[in-house]
């Protein structure tokens, strides 16, 4: 998607290790978000941030921390990941107005 | 707690058909409510968006309707299409601060 890259695009790791997925953009877009996507419960958010050093948690943010050095990246990183956190994980990014978010193409995670 | 129902599932519907996805909220404080469309192994894209103060809005084949009162609003697409066949998510935003939450999600699938 334009404008806003994720990576991996794929990846498996081994219970118990740390795993961070990264989050580019090129529109200096202020918000950034994570979300996940599982079948059965759609997208729900994990963290976002409003600007750079300037985060918060969202719906499900149990395990996953998140850091915003940059205008541009967004990092979500599992501390020690658990084959609960095996999903697809999205980035999206928005501006104050208007409200549509952009999301990126994804990366799938699988823990085993 | 779910802040945004979507009902169907799953809905399967011929070429030509006019398939009707629902969504119902609680917050009464949403004020920007848009339908995002996925496809396979890609983002979610923002398809059209609505604001309570108007009842219907029109994109091409693509139809928002919106019950205030009812707290509920609808997509309805037109002459649907395989090319259509997808899931189909509506959300909903508290004000310019807010997050969107999403509902589950419905896999639409136009036969030929």
């Known amino acids: 998607d334009a404008g806003i890259t994720q990576s991996p695009r794929h990846k498996v790791t081994e219970t118990g290790t740390p795993v961070t997925l990264r989050c580019h953009q090129t529109?200096?877009?202020?918000?950034m978000y994570w979300y996940r996507q599982d079948p059965g419960h759609g997208l729900r958010l994990i963290h976002y941030s409003y600007g750079v050093k300037d985060t918060d948690k969202g719906e499900v943010s149990d395990g996953y921390s998140v850091s915003r050095s940059k205008t541009e990246d967004f990092l979500l990183t599992l501390e020690s990941a658990t084959s609960s956190q095996t999903s697809v994980y999205f980035c999206a990014i928005s501006e104050v107005y208007p409200y549509g978010y952009t999301f990126g193409s994804g990366t799938r995670l699988t823990v085993v | 707690q779910q802040q945004v129902k979507q009902s169907p599932q799953s809905l399967i519907v011929q070429k030509g058909g006019i398939p009707i996805i629902n969504c119902a909220y609680e917050?009464?404080?949403?004020?920007?409510f848009p339908w995002y469309q996925q496809f396979p192994g890609k983002g979610p894209a923002l398809l059209i968006a609505i604001r309570p103060d108007v009842s219907e809005k029109k994109e091409g084949r693509f139809t928002i309707s919106f019950n205030k009162s009812a707290k509920q609003f609808s997509l309805h697409i037109m002459d649907s299409q395989p090319g259509d066949s997808a899931t189909y998510f509506c959300?909903?935003?508290?004000?310019?601060?807010?997050?969107?939450?999403f509902g589950k999600g419905t896999k639409l699938s136009v036969k030929p």
């Open positions: 529109e200096n877009h202020r918000y």
């Open positions: 917050n009464t404080a949403f004020d920007y």
């Open positions: 959300a909903a935003k508290e004000g310019s601060q807010g997050n969107l939450i």
